[in-house]
């Protein structure tokens, strides 16, 4: 890794500024709003979606790659799903990349998702290693990585999407309009997620 990718991703983590772009929309978005602890390098955070709220999930036995205990979990700014390569369930993302989210498109939305694709996760190459300072291999939900992008020449924020995201569940009857529009330091730590997110209904 040379000095400038290494500079890049140093000021990545520890300067990432806050999004206020949700706060600022003419319409609210309607859902339940979360605020993800994802500062750990190594370990995931683990929920199931309801209607109401994510609940975490905590794993002290057992393997969560083999539960259908959870839904989504989280490290940083990836993003997984019960599925594929992460776990036994049927869970994964649709995107349409051609739209973004704003409130009234949030709350109005009520499109036939029969017919959407949900891709599961896969390995990639993406996974930062505080220790060699190298990127390794994990995995995640490549679709729902896409929530964010590092702007280096904008003192190395990151661009949050807006993406148009709807997230299949682990059971893979239940589906959610998902809406990551926040990732900021705290206590200069940085690593919490801020999204909104609502079932949709069927």
Not at 49 to 69: A, K, V
Not at 110 to 126: G, H, K, P, R
Not at 131 to 155: M, Y
Request: charged share 15%.
């Amino acid at each position: 890794m040379n000095k400038i990718t290494f500079l890049v991703i140093t000021l990545f983590l520890i300067s990432c500024d806050s999004d206020d772009s949700i706060i600022n929309t003419n319409i609210s978005p309607i859902g339940n709003e979360e605020l993800i602890d994802a500062t750990s390098y190594t370990n995931w955070n683990y929920f199931q979606f309801t209607d109401s709220t994510l609940e975490e999930r905590i794993f002290l036995f057992g393997d969560p790659d083999n539960s259908l205990n959870w839904d989504i979990a989280f490290q940083r700014n990836h993003i997984k799903t019960n599925s594929g390569t992460s776990g036994i369930g049927e869970a994964g993302a649709h995107i349409d990349s051609s739209l973004t989210w704003d409130g009234s498109a949030f709350n109005n939305f009520n499109e036939d998702i029969v017919n959407y694709n949900f891709s599961q996760d896969t390995l990639v190459n993406t996974f930062y290693n505080l220790t060699t300072h190298t990127f390794t291999e994990g995995s995640t939900n490549p679709i729902l990585d896409t929530w964010g992008a590092i702007d280096t020449l904008n003192n190395y924020t990151i661009n949050i999407s807006n993406s148009r995201y709807i997230v299949r569940a682990a059971d893979e009857n239940s589906f959610y309009k998902l809406w990551v529009y926040d990732y900021y330091s705290e206590n200069s730590e940085s690593g919490y997620v801020s999204l909104i997110f609502d079932v949709v209904n069927q």
